[in-house]
């Protein structure tokens, strides 16, 4: 892997296969992949890899509800089951380990109907998730201070398909990958600025210009306003960001306790002992990054629900902003009007689990391999249409 610095002249260098801007979850699997496959790519990112969204501590991987099945919950579905092994292959090629462990997770039963609605899953559990995973509700959790007995009046639900990893040591196993791959050029402190799909050359903060085959725009909530100009729609008509506070706690728990996941709060052990708990959701926002009260409160709340983190003392307090396309499902594929480039966007509160799928599906795109098929719902032109119907009723 080559990286170049900031003030490097590209004049005269060939076009890589694929120009990928944004270097955090999304970006960099897609590098991987689209490396492996044996194309040239280079990587550009404004900052350093994983400081946009993708920095943070949670590593939640959890499926949505088992009924209603559709192309996203099916889409998520399997690569939540095919992340295990890919993780794996990352850590032998690196030697870099993910801390990633397929824990389950506790959703507390607060009412007589949420026990009835968890019930009624059980079977929609069996038909879509198979035998492999179970989704089972109990009178009581396993132990009494993870989830406090207290929070779960009616019960619990223990699903086993939900796992964690840890972002930093993914991260870095990604980027460990690429730097053994001789076909990525990883440009940092360099933002792509502007795409021009029938030139084929994207121009960079840096003041240069470069010839693509194809590019795909992976930086986070910043490519909203990129895509909606390819797509002559107003700036921030294809997606925003929610931003998202979260709190690191030394707790020294055990690493196979399950998720905790109740009202929007998580908690989740890690390998180490520490606890990641989040997280806020704010749609209006001044301080991108900044942390306040609103995450005070999800600590206290998360020290409630699971007693074993009440004393446990707060090491790191993180705030980033998600990606959220207009349609809510991911952004992914070739962007209408601009041949040559893709989205990959829009991962929200999932990518971290969808990834890896995600760029098998742009790789198949620019390959013309086979490759997982994309819902519909994901598509540019889906996201698009839900854009235009907002614009009308504005
Ligand atoms: C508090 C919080 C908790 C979360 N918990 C979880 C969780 O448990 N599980 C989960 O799956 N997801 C979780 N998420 C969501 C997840 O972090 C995001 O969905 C994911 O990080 C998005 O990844 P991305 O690569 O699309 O974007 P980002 O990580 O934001 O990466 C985009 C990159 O592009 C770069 N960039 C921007 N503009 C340009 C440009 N013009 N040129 C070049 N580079 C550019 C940025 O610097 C950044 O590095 C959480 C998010 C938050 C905020």
């Known amino acids: 892997m080559a990286v170049a610095d900031n003030d490097a002249s590209h004049a005269g260098q060939a076009a890589p296969d694929l120009l990928i801007a944004g270097a955090g979850v999304a970006g960099l699997w897609l590098a991987v992949k689209a490396a492996r496959a044996g194309l040239s790519v280079m990587l550009v990112e404004r900052g350093n890899p994983g400081g946009g969204a993708s920095g943070g501590f949670l590593g939640a991987l959890m499926p949505h509800s088992p009924e209603r099945w559709n192309g996203k919950k099916d889409f998520q579905f399997r690569a939540l089951i095919d992340l295990e092994g890919e993780i794996a292959r990352l850590e032998s090629e690196t030697g870099e380990y993910c801390a990633y462990r397929r824990v389950g997770r506790i959703l507390p039963l607060t009412t007589e109907r949420g026990r009835i609605t968890a019930t009624e899953r059980i079977a929609e559990a069996r038909t879509n998730w198979g035998e492999q995973f179970g989704y089972e509700v109990h009178h009581t959790p396993a132990r009494g201070d993870w989830p406090n007995i207290v929070r779960a009046p009616h019960g619990i639900v223990h699903e086993t398909l939900s796992a964690r990893v840890s972002p930093p040591g993914l991260l870095a196993a990604l980027l460990h990958s690429l730097a053994l791959m001789q076909n990525v050029d990883l440009r940092l402190g360099t933002s792509v600025v502007d795409i021009n799909p029938q030139e084929k050359i994207a121009s960079l903060s840096d003041g240069s210009r470069i010839g693509f085959g194809h590019a795909a725009l992976a930086n986070g909530v910043d490519a909203f306003p990129l895509i909606a100009k390819l797509t002559g729609l107003p700036a921030h008509s294809m997606g925003g960001g929610v931003k998202g506070q979260a709190a690191l706690l030394d707790a020294k728990a055990a690493p196979d306790l399950p998720l905790v996941y109740d009202d929007g709060v998580y908690v989740i052990a890690?390998?180490?002992?520490?606890?990641?708990?989040g997280s806020t959701s704010e749609n209006e926002f001044d301080e991108p990054v900044g942390t306040d009260d609103r995450l005070e409160e999800i600590v206290k709340q998360a020290r409630r629900l699971c007693p074993l983190i009440k004393e446990a003392s707060v090491i790191r307090r993180w705030a980033g902003v998600r990606p959220r396309a207009v349609g809510r499902d991911p952004m992914l594929g070739p962007i209408p009007g601009a041949p040559?480039?893709?989205?990959?966007?829009?991962?929200?509160?999932?990518?971290?689990?969808?990834?890896?799928?995600?760029?098998?599906c742009l790789v198949a795109e620019i390959t013309g391999e086979a490759g997982p098929e994309t819902p519909q719902s994901f598509s540019v032109a889906y996201h698009m249409a839900k854009a235009a119907r907002a614009q009308v009723l504005q």
């Open 340 to 360: 040559g480039v893709l989205a990959m966007a829009g991962g929200f509160k999932i990518s971290f689990g969808i990834a890896h799928r995600m760029a098998d």
């Open 270 to 277: 890690h390998e180490n002992g520490h606890v990641a708990v």
